[in-house]
């Protein structure tokens, strides 16, 4: 089983930045799929960015050139940079992580954490 404990989230101003990180348990971080998404009340869930085991990243239109996932395997952290926030960007933010291996070698395809607030207002 893959712990996701996210911090980093709260509140600023339009225009501001934060850095949204995320610590895994477990032993084989470095294969995972990492990705953010983020879930605004009364919307779904929508995927942010995501980062494959070899780097390959991809971004919603919304954040791209805005927002900067990273991953440090030696910290298993992954990371969510996020700068010229928006109001429209406040909502609850959901590490995820997704394990790559065939089913029979794995005990979930996805994993969870219990999400952060980010709150943009003046």
């Known amino acids: 089983q893959v712990q996701l404990v996210e911090s980093g989230g709260g509140l600023v101003q339009p225009g501001g930045s934060l850095r949204l990180s995320c610590a895994a348990s477990?032993?084989?971080?470095?294969?995972?799929?990492m990705g953010w998404y983020h879930q605004a009340p009364g919307k779904q869930r929508e995927l942010v960015a995501a980062i494959t085991s070899g780097g390959s990243t991809n971004y919603a239109d919304s954040v791209k050139g805005r927002f900067t996932i990273s991953r440090d395997n030696a910290k298993n952290t992954v990371y969510l940079q996020m700068n010229s926030l928006k109001p429209e960007d406040t909502a609850v933010y959901y590490c995820?992580?997704?394990?790559?291996?065939?089913?029979?070698?794995?005990?979930?395809?996805?994993?969870w954490g219990q999400g952060t607030q980010v709150t943009v207002s003046s």
């Open positions: 477990g032993s084989i971080f470095s294969i995972y799929t």
């Open positions: 995820n992580a997704k394990d790559p291996r065939p089913t029979g070698l794995r005990k979930k395809y996805d994993y």
